[in-house]
Each structure stands twice: as C-alpha cells, then as structure tokens.
C-alpha cells in the first residue's frame, strides 16, 4: 500500500533554544512559516495529483510545534483535521520538543486529530544535552514519552550521534534508555556542521572534531540495530538529501545522500566479518545467499563490502546469489559448510 506524507515545514518557529547544531532553514529549505491558509492550499495541490497514494498523511515538520501560541497550532492544525474528518487524509504528525509536552497541548493536539509526535530528544545523556544547549533533559524526554503514550498517541524520537561530547559509552547508554522508553519509532540524523552555526564556530576553533563518515555510519549501525532488534523501527536514518546539503551547506561531518543504505551495507560487513574471523581466515571462493531487496547493501556501494572481504581475508573470490527467502539473513557457503547470520545476532551489549 503506497503511502504519501504531505510536509508542512515550520523552521525554528517557536522554539526557545537555538542549539549549536541547528540551522532549519538550511535543513528543511523553508525560511518563512506558513499559515492555515497555506496549509490548506498545500493539502488541496496534493491531493488533486494524477497519481493518488493508498494513504496519506501531514506532517509538520522542524521547529518545535507545540510551542507555538496555541491559536497558531490551532489555525495550522484546522484544515489537516478538516480534511481528516472529511477523509482525505489519513493521519495527522508533528515533531516538537520533549519539554514542551504537557495534558492540556495532548488535548488539543487529540481534539485537532493528530495521531504522532516526534520528539527531538538527540540524546539521553545529560552531559551531551548541555553541551549541545539544547536546554532539556533526559528527564524531559522519559516524561514526554510516558504523557503521549497515556494519550493514546504514537510516540518517535529523533536521535543524533556525533553531538559534541559524545562517546560510544555515552551512545550505549543512550540506546539502553530508548530500548527501557520503547517508542514506536526512530528517527537517525547524525550530526553535521552547517554553516552559520554555533557548531561551525566550535569546529573552527578546534573545540569540536565531527565524527568521519566511517565512524557515523558506525554509531547509527549500532543504534538501529539495537533498536530494531527490540520491535523498535528506525524509519530514517540520515539526513534527506537536498540542494541545499549537496551544495556546500555542509561543512563538515558525516552527510552522505546514501547514508542509510551505507548503515545497512555496514550491518552485513561485519555480520560477514565477524564470521570469517571466527573460522580463522581460510582461503577459498565464498557464496552468499541473501534476500533480492537486499542485494545493494550485501554488496555494499561500488560493491565495497565484497571487495573488504576479498582483501581483508584473502578470499579467492566472493559470489552472491540473490535467492534466500529471508531479508535481513544471509547464508554464507564456504568450504563445504554453511552459516546461516541474521541481523538479531549483532550487537548484545
């Protein structure tokens, strides 16, 4: 069933921080808010193209929703739920921050039709929390998630790896929390340095070093996994790509238009990894039977993740065969012995 989400984009309306990573213009392409006429001119352009999704939803995206005036969310609110009520559309979302939730904005948000809010809780360790200036804590974000779920409302959080002191002890204990939260959803935005940002000038200044390409796609392998693992979807992972990110927006960090592809390459490198090291390198030709829809990350980009193995194990050769039944599992044939992994076996701790 092909389902189409109609974004509202609303950059850094209402939000009473300014944190050292962000720049919503450049990120969502928008730098003057809409209004309810707007928004119900956007929903009708929509809906009346030849090709009409199974499905639809709004979204409101960037900013921080719900701290707008109330008459505000109301107005840009009440032609999404007019067109909900007339079945139009199928769902109304919006993403806000984890201290800005509370029983009256639930209500209102409830009455007006809205079946999800994202938070952006970017991490659950305090310390990187402040030296983010994201002016919230993990306590917020553990506090908000319980108030929607009691609403009857879906609940995801958007995570960030790479903030400024950040660790792997730290992005650990992170996942942990989430997993004990359990949201229906993630979302996964490494951090990158924009220009014009606080975070540009502490790179600059050598106060702040992003992570490299290899480290992120590392970091987020781990957290999707992790959370995938415990019935916890990850529905984004990397920035979408845009003019504005291709185009030198980005200073530096980990932006890649194919880094979600490259998390999921990375996942069955090391699933392939890992065994070889178990069973001590041998020489020899390997197949590796896997699901059609995964042949791309099996392979890796530019078939990267064969030509790791080749050379990492002085494998003769590396065949693939796309005929397994299962995505995400792989069986892998070599000298006369099969190994069957799947992505349920990664990542314990």
Sequence with gaps: MRHSIIPVFIPHQGCPHRCVFCDQR????????PGGAEVAALIGERLAEPRRAATWEIAFYGGSFTCLPAAWQEELLAPAKAALDRGQINAIRLSTRPDAIDR?????????????????????????LAAAARGHTAGHTAAAVAAIKDAGLKCGLQLMPGLPGEDWISLIATTKQVLALAPDFIRIYPAVVL????????????????????AAVARAAYLKNRCENNGIPAIRVGLQASEELSGGAVLAGPYHPAFGAMTEAY???????????????????????????????????????????????????CRLAADWPRRGEIAVFHRNLTYILNKAMLFST
């Design 195 to 214: 220009a014009g940002t606080e975070l540009a000038a502490m790179a600059a200044a050598g106060a702040y070093r992003p992570l490299t390409l290899g």
């Design 104 to 128: 009256e904005t639930l209500a209102r948000l409830a009455a007006f039709g809205v079946s999800t809010v994202e938070l952006g809780a970017q991490s659950l360790d305090d310390r990187v």
């Design 26 to 33: 450049t990120i969502t392409g928008v730098d003057r808010p």
């Design 267 to 317: 996942l069955f490198r090391i699933m392939v990894a890992g065994l070889l090291e178990k069973i001590g390198r041998p020489p020899g030709e390997m197949l590796i039977r896997h699901h059609p829809r995964d042949a791309s990350v099996v392979r890796g980009i530019s078939n990267a993740n064969l030509l790791y193995w080749e050379k990492t194990y002085r494998l003769a050769g």
